[in-house]
Each structure stands twice: as structure tokens, then as C-alpha cells.
């Protein structure tokens, strides 16, 4: 069995989508003062590699909180976009992959983005889906989509048509991935467990690929 670790370090100073506030991680007690060590966090529910509930941009949908555990573990497969140089990623560019996507509740889309991290370039030309490949998506019974980039609407998406396609299904969307290259099994598992806080828009999760070898 191998599981690789598909998460961004929480960190002050990371990077965020433009206009969140960065997080802080402060030292509220010190082993020299106090005995012990304890941290103080302060951050938004959508930092670093995170997961979106249908309540995060639907006004009837599902907080993280009213799915069930089973909604963040299940067989995934990774469709690879990472050596294309097309900014949306199409539905021709998808049908080759429909076997796969029918047989998993989770699909990652790979577009290598995740090597610009801690970089400009990461906010920029990253790779998204088109609506009609949103659409296409949608209709298989899955779990949640994923992407290694820091939204799966394009950058300069103000109405975040791509998450309103998938979240009336439930399809939870998970963001900033990375890692995706030490996956080397087509399909495997993959756990996204949340923070289980009430009225969860978001959560950062601890994303692992657990592979048989």
C-alpha cells in the first residue's frame, strides 16, 4: 500500500485566492512559559488545499456538515491535462475518459499547476473547465472534482459558473491539490476528510491517494 500526501503546508504568507486574508499561526503558549504548546489559527474556510460545499455559493445547498463521512473517501482516477497548453479544457478533451469518470466518484483534473505555488504565475492561464464539460460531468453519479489549481472556474470568472453546474448534484469541488505526480496507479483511493464544524461553507482537508502496490 502506498498513500502520498496530496496537501499544501498551512503557512503565514501562503497563498490565497485574491482578496482572502492570509492566515496567521501565532504561538498562544510556549513549553518555557506555559508547559505546553498550543497555537492560535486564524483562517478562512477555503485555505489552502480545501474543499467547497454546495452552501458555499448555493442558497439551498448542503453544508459539509449534512453529508455523510462516506462523501469524502471513495475510488478516484486522475484525467491528465498537465502538458496541454489550452486554457479551458473542453468536452472533446474529456470523451476520451468517459470509462474511467463512469467508474469512480472522484475525478482529478491534472493540469501541473501546483509547481507554481508560492508564485504569481499560480493565480494565471491555469487550466478549467469549460460549461459543457462541467455539464458532461455532472450527469455520472460522483462524489467531487478536483483540480491542483487554485480555482476550477477560470481566474477572471465572476459568476463561478463551472461550481454552480456541479454543486446542485452535490459534487463537492476540491481545490488546490498537489503532489499529483507520485500517483502512479490509474485508479485509487482517495480521502478528502473535512474539519466537521457546523454550517461548514468549506474546510482545509488533509487530501491522501492511498494506492495499491
Do not use: C
Amino acid at each position: 500500500m502506498k498513500i502520498t500526501d496530496l496537501t499544501h503546508v498551512i503557512y503565514s504568507g501562503m497563498p490565497v485566492f485574491p482578496g482572502t486574508e492570509q492566515p496567521t499561526l501565532e504561538k498562544a503558549n510556549t513549553l518555557e512559559k506555559d508547559g505546553f504548546q498550543e497555537a492560535k489559527i486564524t483562517m478562512y474556510s477555503h485555505t489552502g488545499t480545501h474543499i467547497d460545499a454546495p452552501a458555499h455559493m448555493l442558497s439551498n445547498g448542503p453544508y459539509l456538515d449534512n453529508l455523510d463521512i462516506e462523501h469524502f473517501i471513495g475510488n478516484a482516477t486522475i484525467l491528465d491535462f498537465s502538458n496541454s497548453t489550452i486554457k479551458l479544457i473542453d468536452l472533446d478533451m474529456l470523451k476520451p475518459y468517459e470509462e474511467k469518470v463512469k467508474n469512480v466518484d472522484f475525478v482529478i483534473i491534472k493540469t501541473g499547476w501546483s509547481k507554481y505555488w508560492s508564485d504569481s504565475k499560480y493565480y494565471e492561464d491555469f487550466p478549467s473547465l469549460d460549461l459543457e464539460s462541467a455539464r458532461w460531468l455532472s450527469q455520472f453519479n460522483l462524489k467531487g472534482i478536483g483540480i491542483d489549481a487554485i480555482s476550477i472556474d477560470a481566474m477572471e470568472s465572476t459568476t463561478f459558473a463551472v461550481h454552480k453546474i456541479l454543486m446542485p448534484r452535490n459534487i463537492i469541488i476540491i481545490e488546490n491539490l498537489t503532489n499529483l505526480d507520485s500517483i502512479t496507479n490509474e485508479f485509487f483511493i482517495l480521502s478528502i476528510l473535512p474539519l466537521k464544524n457546523k454550517d461548514a461553507d468549506g474546510s482545509p482537508v488533509r487530501a491522501i491517494s492511498i494506492e495499491n502496490i
